[in-house]
């Protein structure tokens, strides 16, 4: 699991099929400090987090291929919580 936060989402005309009608988003991965750290990456997100907002990432290609449902997925990142930060 990988800390990030939401800076955009994505939007591509020509993708491949398994992606059809999955939200994207670009997630700005974070270091232990929630400072930034390395590249920013492309996650699927059925959750609805916005910019701004702190997620929890996975990595485990093999649970994103079966949360699109298709083995020959080339997803990778996927969204697996948004994290409270209301202080409450």
Known sequence: MQLGKVIGHATSTIKHPSLSGW???IVQLLGAKRQ???EAV???DKLGSGPGQVVVLNCDGKAARELVGDDKSPVR???IAIVDETGT
């Open 77 to 79: 990142w996927f969204v």
């Open 36 to 38: 930034p750290e390395g």
């Open 23 to 25: 939200r994207m988003v």
């Open 42 to 44: 492309v996650a699927v």
